[in-house]
């Protein structure tokens, strides 16, 4: 046992992360509420309540305000951090945004009641984090810089460790090693934990998810290693494609060093809580079971669970699921010609719809995806690897490649955005709902406009309203 012996501290991911991975973030505002207080007794480092998909899905599915969300939960938990997962210069999109708009997306999270921002870039590309980092520190939030895992030729424990010094000396509050995929083998954990701690001064947290069915082990070396915070879900909400379950952890941990000193009582009641939950999505198919297994396959292809049911979601759309194989194999070929990106959103999405088209059509490339043309163009950052200047030609012809932090393009967006809403705002922060999701976002204001007077919604989303002349 390594002699860093302190107690461990958990976030609990169940209102964020544990619902996204097994639920498409479809818990609402109204079952999150009631545990919320008693969530805020326990004495975790922070609850994971925001960001991710969770924007996405208010909006788009439940009907709700994200940002009403977050209140409602800040009213509710007084004593314990609330975290949000930050993409970067994509915010909670899929691409990147102007300055202003993430400036401004950093200041609002923190006025609504998040203390903590966990700000990742899916190709490590520090240069993407810089804005929401320096916006972060402005408002006085705890900045948490992330240095996502992967595996590959070109990653390395030395890679990680350079990259967490860099984000450190940057001004990060703490580190994060997210493996999205669960990959991180137990051993590799200690050694990449052990590693950054002699490195770095910060503290470290470590998230993962149980997918490929070595979490908890992998989060036990890590402890002995001395990492600081892991990320766990309370049990109903935990295991498959979430993560290592809360309670067993705290038991474990019992007289040892590293004691979380919370109480396994309070978090039984918690988990009788989401327990009836967990049925509920069963049984209206919102849980599929599939996705409390474990997943070999995610080790054997090193490929997240979300992506390879994306894979064979594409492949039957087309009648090829028996191109399975073909298709797995393709993704580190697709991935090495790309730079070796780490496969988290959006990556992974664009490597694997690239490798399902290469083998389909019979021919590498014959078809390529804006997304993948994209990659090549540098429209996301700086990919891990240069790609290769013949392939690039291949894919984008003479076009150029942008070579700076790909935001330094974009003009500020803000002005322009509030004008174009300005009949629907209500709050300072719909501005920011739109500039992420514009069309879902107007539908959902013009339902709100249609609920407060007591009009009927589908008359307020018709394209084109008809006067007579």
Known sequence: MSTNTKPVKITETALRDAHQSLIATRMTTEEILPIVEKLDKVGYHSLEAWGGATFDACLRFLNEDPWERLRKIREQAKNTKLQMLFRGQNILGYKNYADDVVEYFVQKSLANGIDIIRIFDALNDV??????????????GH??????????????????????????????????????????????????????????????????????????????????????????????MALGTSQPATEPMVASLQGTPYDTGLDLNLLSEIADYFRPLREKYLANDL?????????????????????????????????KEDKLEEVLKEVPRVRADLGYPPLVTP????????????????????????????????EYGKTPVAIDDEFAKKIIGDEPRITCRPADQIKPELDALRENIKEYIEQDEDVL?????????????????????????????????????
Request: glycine share 6%; with cysteine.
């Open 347 to 378: 990556t992974s999405q664009i490597v694997g719809t690239q490798a399902v088209l290469n083998v389909i059509m019979g021919e590498r490339y014959k078809m390529v995806t804006k997304e993948t043309k994209g990659i090549v163009k540098g």
């Open 143 to 236: 900045v948490q810089a992330v240095v996502c895992y992967t595996i590959s030729d070109v990653h390395t424990i030395d890679s990680f460790v350079k990259m967490a010094k860099e984000l450190e000396e940057r001004g990060a509050d703490s580190i994060c090693i997210k493996d999205m995929a669960g990959l991180l083998l137990p051993y590799v954990a200690y050694d990449l934990v052990k590693a950054m701690k002699e490195t770095v001064k910060i503290p470290i947290q470590l998230h993962t998810h149980y997918t490929s069915g070595v979490a908890s082990m992998t989060y036990l070396k890590a402890i002995e290693a001395g990492v600081d915070v892991v990320d766990c879900a309370i049990s109903p």
């Open 287 to 319: 849980l599929n079971p599939k996705m409390l297994g474990v997943d070999i396959n995610t080790l054997l292809y090193q490929v997240p669970g979300g992506m390879l049911s994306n894979l064979v979601s594409q492949l039957k759309q087309q009648g």
């Open 127 to 140: 240069r993407n984090l810089e804005c929401a980092i320096k916006a972060c520190q402005k408002e006085k």
């Open 433 to 469: 709902s739109y500039a992420l999701f514009d069309q879902v976002a107007v539908k959902f204001f013009k339902d709100r406009q249609a609920a407060k007077y007591g009009l009927d919604k589908d008359l307020l989303n018709m394209d084109e309203m008809t006067h007579p002349v």
